[in-house]
């Protein structure tokens, strides 16, 4: 069951994931932070491969855990290197920040 219940610029953010994915979600939440300071640090030298690579990583993880706002911003992460869009990157790289410090995980 996938459900969020507020908006990704809102504190209080609720994602209902299935138990048997539970043990998988420290380890995919702090691998999202890592993977946020490492575009960034990429954004500094324009190494837009890496970046691209993350966005298309975070895609595909945020899908498979029921994470559906990760997987909408790493989509975007991973297209905007194609324009070398770096304003773009560096705010939705904000966006997905800002939405992994309110999440709140709910186990149904």
Do not use: W
Not at 6 to 26: F, H, K, Q
Request: proline fraction near 5%; hydrophobic fraction near 40%; charge should be negative.
């Amino acid at each position: 069951m996938r459900q969020v219940t507020s908006t990704p610029d809102t504190p209080g953010l609720i994602v209902r994931v299935n138990a048997l994915l539970s043990e998988m979600l420290p380890e995919f939440l702090m691998t999202c932070r890592t993977d946020l300071l490492t575009i960034r640090s990429a954004m500094v030298t324009a190494d837009y491969r890496t970046v691209e690579d993350l966005g298309h990583r975070m895609r595909g993880a945020g899908d498979g855990l029921g994470f559906d706002f990760v997987t909408e911003i790493g989509g975007e992460i991973e297209n905007a290197p194609m324009r070398h869009d770096g304003p773009v990157i560096r705010g939705k790289v904000k966006i997905m920040q800002n939405f992994l410090d309110h999440v709140e995980v709910v186990v149904a």
